[in-house]
C-alpha cells in the first residue's frame, strides 16, 4: 500500500483535491466509482501497487465529493468540472499526455474527458461502464431524499454525494465522439455487473471506435466487485503494455 508520505493535494479552481502517487515510468490516472475512493477502489485491492511494479507512474485522484478531497454541496460544483479536475491534475503534474482508467462513475468522467480532450491520452480504460447511460432527472431536494435509501460506501457525506448526483447527466460523450474515437479504448466489465445493463454495454461497444473489451467475474460493485479481483488488474496491465 502507499506510504503517507505519496499523499498529496493540489488547488482545482478553488477545491482542494487529494491523490496518491507512486511509481516511475508512463503515467496512469485512475478515478474510481460514485462513493468510492483512490484508496478502497484502487490502493487497497492491489491495483495501484501492482501498475507501479509493472513499471507506471500511478495516480490515484479522490474526486470531489469523494474520499480525502473537498466536497462541495452545490451542484454547480460538479458534472462537467468534474472532467475538468483531470486536465486540471494533468497541468499540475506537469503531464503532456497519460493512460486514463476510470471505473463507474471514473468512466463517465474519462469517457466525457477524451471527448474533449483527446490528445492528452495516451489511452483510456472505462471499467464497469455502458452507453448511454443516464439517470433520472432530479433536483438537489430529490436527490438528497434517494441517497438516504441508495447503497453508498461508508463514511460519505451524503449531501456532497446527492450534489454528485444532480449533475451526472452531463457526464456523457456524443455518439459522434465515440464514433470517431481515436484513443486506444479498453472496456472491462464484470460478467454478473447489476448496474449495467446488457443493451447499454452492448451499444457502447457497437458505438465506439477503437476500441477492445473484454469480460470478467464479478459484480460492478461490493465484496465480489470486478476490480476487487486480480484478474481486473491483469487485463489492464495487458492492455497498457500492448499501447
Not at 175 to 200: C, H, M, Q, W, Y
Request: aromatic residues 8%; glycine residues 10%; charged residues 20%.
Amino acid at each position: 500500500m502507499a506510504t503517507a508520505s505519496e499523499s498529496k493535494r493540489f488547488d482545482s479552481d478553488g477545491v482542494s483535491l487529494h491523490y496518491v502517487v507512486d511509481g516511475s515510468g508512463e503515467t496512469v490516472v485512475l478515478l474510481h466509482g460514485f462513493s468510492g475512493s483512490a484508496a478502497g477502489l484502487y490502493i487497497e485491492p492491489g491495483t495501484f501497487d501492482a501498475l507501479v511494479a509493472a513499471g507506471y507512474r500511478v495516480v490515484a485522484l479522490d474526486q470531489r465529493g469523494h474520499g480525502q478531497s473537498e466536497k462541495p454541496y452545490d451542484p454547480d460544483s460538479y458534472g462537467i468540472n468534474m472532467v475538468e479536475d483531470v486536465r486540471r491534475l494533468l497541468d499540475h503534474l506537469g503531464e503532456e499526455q497519460v493512460h486514463l482508467v476510470g471505473y463507474s462513475m471514473g468512466a463517465r468522467v474519462s469517457n466525457t474527458f477524451r471527448s474533449l480532450y483527446a490528445d492528452r491520452l495516451l489511452t483510456i480504460t472505462l471499467g464497469g461502464y455502458g452507453w448511454p447511460w443516464q439517470s433520472a432527472a432530479v433536483t438537489l431536494e430529490e436527490a438528497s431524499e434517494r441517497i438516504r435509501t441508495r447503497p453508498v460506501l461508508p463514511g460519505n457525506d451524503l449531501q456532497a454525494l446527492a450534489a454528485v448526483s444532480v449533475r451526472s447527466n452531463e457526464l456523457m460523450p456524443s455518439e459522434a465522439s465515440l464514433r470517431n474515437n481515436t484513443v486506444p479504448a479498453f472496456a472491462i466489465i464484470g460478467d454478473k455487473d447489476e448496474v449495467i445493463s446488457n443493451e447499454d454495454f452492448n451499444s457502447f461497444k457497437s458505438t465506439m471506435a477503437n476500441l477492445e473489451s473484454v469480460v470478467i467475474p464479478g459484480t460492478h460493485a461490493g465484496p465480489d466487485g470486478a476490480p476487487y479481483k486480480q484478474i481486473f488488474a491483469e487485463e489492464l496491465i495487458r492492455f497498457l503494455a500492448a499501447h
